[in-house]
């Protein structure tokens, strides 16, 4: 199915789009499971969200889980994944910090803390996940090339993507080579995607995603095939997106 596509005037009102859809999931379905995504993309939502909490709205009994995280950081390191999601989404919105479940990225055994998050996912099933795309197209740390088939998995990061991300950490020689990351076909089982991204920078990666063909190469390009997919950009992320089309 064709994703739907919203275009608003900025990140913020792309942020509060978004919650306001996970705020009525969250009435109707008190307990859902939410995936939450780390990154820039995600902080409007998760700030519009924390709006909704302090007007009332209980998510008391939401099981929020992590896409991603660092293979090899210690868990309670300022730059892993746990950490910027408790400062990001656990603090704002008042969370408890055991309603929100990421894989073990400092885990003696990298293979089976994938295997059991996978099997914690496939148990409980994911409501809806939140996705925001690298500009090579990647979801997760699902680099191109990741099979469409892949679960949660033990993941290399591209050197493009280390150094997107050395901005965070004291160097680029300080982030992790590594991750687990949950797999294209793990976030394709998710009922509903929202993908929100925004700036020129994610314009082609965004156009590839949304109208380019079903590759491996882009693997956002697998989100074509998901049945309930909503995509929230700003003017900037959306800036290529009539010229892709034409092509097709």
């Not at 995280?69 to 868990?75: A, F, K, M, N, V």
């Not at 994944?81 to 055991?98: F, G, I, M, S, T």
Request: net charge negative.
């Amino acid at each position: 199915m064709t994703p739907t596509v919203d275009i608003t005037a900025d990140t913020r009102a792309a942020g509060e789009a978004v919650a306001a859809r996970i705020a009525a999931l969250i009435r109707t379905t008190p307990d859902a499971v939410i995936g939450v995504a780390t990154g820039s993309s995600p902080l409007p939502v998760y700030t519009a969200l924390a709006g909704y909490v302090d007007a009332g709205l209980d998510v008391t009994r939401v099981t929020w889980c992590a896409l991603d995280e660092y293979l090899g950081l210690p868990t309670h390191h300022p730059q892993s994944y746990r950490a910027e999601l408790e400062r990001a989404l656990v603090a704002p919105l008042h969370l408890d910090p055991a309603s929100l479940r990421v894989p073990d990225g400092a885990a003696d055994d990298p293979d089976k803390a994938a295997a059991d998050y996978e099997a914690f996912l496939a148990e409980r099933g994911v409501d809806l996940q939140i996705l925001g795309i690298g500009r090579n197209g990647h979801i997760g740390f699902n680099e191109p090339g990741t099979s469409f088939t892949s679960t949660t998995h033990r993941a290399r990061l591209t050197e493009s993507t280390r150094k997107a991300n050395a901005r965070f950490f004291s160097g680029l020689d300080e982030v992790p080579h590594e991750c687990l990351t949950q797999g294209l076909a793990t976030i394709m089982r998710a009922r509903r995607i929202e993908l929100i991204a925004g700036g020129e920078q994610k314009a082609d990666a965004v156009a590839r995603a949304l109208h380019g063909p079903i590759t491996e190469q882009c693997p956002a390009s697998i989100l074509q095939r998901h049945p309930d997919v909503h995509v929230t950009l700003d003017a900037g992320a959306a800036s290529l997106l009539v010229e892709h089309s034409a092509r097709r």
